[in-house]
């Protein structure tokens, strides 16, 4: 049987923030026209909010990481305002409202919860649904106060949903704020003050999986791993270490998944990684062993593809070939040559093509090869195939 074993990945350096929409700051900045704090888009999505979860798959039991970011885009200051997370099952749908049935999770307040505003972190005054506790709350809402025009926020929240294995848990976040002129006594909404909330997507819903395949989730401190086999073919797993924002206190746990999806790739299974991007040497450290190679294959011909957002389907040019490191760093130039240095993000995209390159090899019996490589932590990043 031909086996396929990603055995290990070792993290270097220390872990920093999920660079990505679940994160990366806040809405883009710049005022919509007029005095509207939270415009909407033609397809109603408010342009002032956003919500996000990580990792995209937690172990059942596990916890996961949501986010709610929130930018005033007006001049106008949204007075008493308060951001929630709202916890929902994605595969239970209300046949009257036609909405996902919300969800109660798990949540340790305050520990689990940070609050963010205008980049500096603030004591979080948070409460949890209306007639619940926070061991078992479908929403969590937050004080923020008056922001002034500009002003921006996020909360991040650890949480623990009760589901079983295949669920699927949609994470969104909501406004409330009074906008002046419109919301006080006499204004077009009287005194009933503005809510925005986010739509369900795939990047705000993360699956809950059970067995051996992958596994994931929010880890709150020390060195953690993750990883899952699909039996005698591939395996994975990944030694995670605190990550820099949960130690300074910023994120409430370290987020990370990995393993073996069911997805075919070109000669094997698909690999699935979920780390955020890395500080320090900036790599993890992965061992890909195979046995037997492909045919046709040695060691020294023996190639490992990297998919291409945003679909990550290894179609007809969306896949690309992970380079050989230069001084242990991927190329950074877009045809791969020898300029090196440490990747950067540049607006949530790395500043070179590769962010994955091999770093050594070796033969191993009954025709196998076992592989290492330098991955870049990515938000972009998470499929990889023989």
Request: glycine share 12%; hydrophobic share 35%; aromatic share 8%.
């Amino acid at each position: 049987m031909r086996r396929w074993t990603l055995r290990s990945f070792t993290l270097a350096g220390a872990v920093i923030a999920v660079a990505s929409a679940f994160v990366l700051g806040f809405v883009g900045g710049g005022h919509a026209a007029g005095t509207a704090i939270c415009p909407i888009d033609s397809n109603s999505v408010p342009l002032c909010l956003k919500a996000g979860v990580t990792p995209r798959m937690i172990s059942q039991g596990a916890a996961g990481l949501g986010s709610g970011t929130f930018n005033n885009r007006s001049t106008s200051t949204a007075a008493k305002s308060a951001l929630s997370l709202l916890f929902s099952n994605r595969d239970h749908v209300d046949p009257v409202t036609g909405e996902n049935v919300p969800r109660p999770v798990a949540i340790t307040y305050p520990a689990d919860v940070t609050v963010v505003v205008n980049g500096s972190k603030k004591q979080p005054s948070c409460s949890p649904a209306p007639g619940t506790t926070f061991a078992a709350t479908p929403s969590i809402a937050c004080s923020l106060g008056n922001l002034g025009g500009g002003s921006n926020a996020r909360i991040l929240v650890r949480f623990t949903p009760s589901l079983q294995a295949l669920a699927r848990v949609a994470v969104n976040s909501s406004i409330l704020y009074g906008e002046s002129g419109k919301d006080n006594p006499g204004g077009p909404n009287g005194t009933v003050n503005d809510t925005k909330t986010t739509m369900t997507t795939d990047s705000n819903t993360l699956t809950i999986v059970s067995g051996t395949a992958i596994t994931g989730g929010c880890f709150k401190s020390g060195t953690n791993q993750v990883g899952g086999s699909n039996g005698s073919s591939l395996a994975a797993t990944v030694d995670v270490p605190p990550a820099l924002d949960a130690v300074s206190g910023i994120f409430p746990c370290t987020p990370a998944a990995a393993g073996v999806t069911d997805e075919d790739g070109i000669h094997g299974k698909v690999v699935y990684v979920d780390l955020p991007p890395l500080s320090g040497a900036g790599w993890a450290l992965f061992t890909l062993d195979v046995t037997p190679l492909p045919p046709g294959e040695n060691t020294n011909t023996f190639v490992l593809y990297e998919a291409l957002a945003p679909s990550f389907a290894f179609t007809t040019g969306n896949f690309i070939t992970v380079p050989a490191c230069v001084d242990g760093f991927p190329p950074v130039d877009a045809e791969g040559n020898s300029t090196v240095g440490v990747p950067t993000l540049v607006d949530g995209a790395w500043n070179g093509k590769y962010d994955t390159c091999q770093t050594g090899k070796k033969s191993l019996p009954a025709g196998g090869g076992e592989f290492y490589y330098h991955v870049f932590g990515n938000p972009f990043d998470g499929k990889y195939t023989p």
